[in-house]
């Protein structure tokens, strides 16, 4: 059984109507379960919840210190390339905008690396546009080869690869691998995605099973929040983030929720998601995954990402460049997106010693 069988479970499920029949009663009596079903995790998205954020704060944040403590792991992303062969309406990197298209060598990249080092950061998240010629898997192999030189944990957030390339990337030193479904609704997918091999629904949406299953021990999945009804797509990012963790009950699993930012290309998103929509879903789905992690980025502004702390975060990023090659040669072309913090690791390190918490460089040291 796949994700995609699960999901299919979830066919005719009328979430308005479900919403409607939520009362306080239930909202308090969920918030005092040990574990929660999926359907109770719904109940914490809905409208009716949302009057009863403090009372799900206090258990959110209870149960992220007894599972993570007061510590917050740091990493940055370094962009390898921005070509791409898709027409995604919301990304900068969509093949009809008119940017300038960079690729790294691994000379680029180990200078990149260099940079990145200085600020004492061990854990990295790799990226690429989805161009399988250009950056194709053992052009990946080869930087990661040179990226180990400097980090002892390397994630990737690359185009679907088979179980095979997977495998071979986790052989090569890979731990980790975010996949964005950006949007779970099928037919608001295939809308937003009308050109490029990223209009394949299911092979993007069982991309993190391949990649668990070729020995990934850490996945992160997510919707991108402003593409469709947030309600049911942070919904279904938990519904798969928990069947990740049933299946593979070895790997670390992880959820990232990202809002849409400003971009070349200017897609409006088709729904505004608020700072306490953001905050609820956060919230909600500490509860219903405790020892899952929560990755919130540079998307979010400085003050909203300290506010979000005590509340569920585990991993946050930081000395972020969205640019290919811009930390070592100064490259200032539109990146992927606009970020909201630009601090540094040392801001963010000061930031969250001030608060009480314990900025992570290194949890993870490959073999």
């Not at 944040?61 to 898709?86: I, K």
């Not at 539109?334 to 000061?350: C, K, L, N, T, Y």
Request: proline share 5%; charged share 25%.
């Amino acid at each position: 059984m796949t994700f995609h069988d699960e999901l299919r479970r979830y066919d005719g499920l009328d979430f308005d109507r479900f919403f409607s029949q939520v009362a306080d009663a239930d909202i308090a009596r969920i918030i005092a379960k040990n574990r929660l079903s999926p359907m109770d995790y719904l109940a914490l998205l809905s409208p009716r919840a949302a009057s009863h954020l403090e009372a799900i704060a206090t258990r959110a944040h209870e149960l992220t210190v007894r599972h993570f403590g007061r510590a917050v792991v740091l990493f940055t992303p370094l962009y390898l390339a921005n070509f791409c062969t898709n027409q995604c309406v919301y990304c900068g990197f969509n093949t009809k905008n008119e940017l300038e298209r960079r690729k790294l060598t691994v000379e680029e990249v180990e200078a990149e690396a260099q940079e990145i080092a200085k600020s004492g950061l061990k854990h990295i998240l790799i990226l690429t546009g989805e161009d399988r010629k250009v950056t194709p898997v053992s052009y990946m192999v080869e930087c990661v080869q040179a990226l180990k030189k400097y980090f002892t944990s390397i994630s990737i957030e690359v185009y679907p690869l088979t179980r095979e390339e997977y495998g071979e990337l986790a052989e090569a030193g890979v731990d980790g691998m975010t996949m964005f479904q950006e949007v779970y609704d099928e037919p608001a997918y295939l809308e937003l995605h009308p050109k490029g091999p990223k209009r394949n629904y299911l092979r993007r949406l069982e991309a993190p099973e391949r990649a668990a299953a070729a020995g990934i021990r850490q996945i992160t999945t997510g919707a991108l929040l402003g593409l469709h009804d947030w309600r049911r797509e942070a919904f279904f990012t938990g519904v798969h983030t928990d069947f990740l963790q049933r299946t593979y009950p070895d790997i670390e699993v992880a959820i990232s929720p990202p809002r849409m930012r400003p971009h070349l290309g200017g897609f409006p998103p088709k729904e505004i998601v608020s700072d306490a929509d953001l905050v609820q879903y956060i919230l909600a789905f500490r509860l219903f995954m405790p020892r899952a992690g929560v990755t919130v980025s540079t998307r979010e502004n400085a003050k909203l990402r300290e506010n979000l702390l005590s509340l569920g975060v585990t991993k946050m990023s930081a000395g972020v460049c969205t640019q290919v090659g811009g930390r070592a040669s100064g490259q200032d072309d539109p990146g992927q997106f606009e970020i909201s913090d630009g601090r540094s690791v040392a801001e963010m390190a000061e930031m969250l010693y001030s608060k009480g918490y314990q900025p992570v460089y290194k949890d993870w040291q490959y073999l």
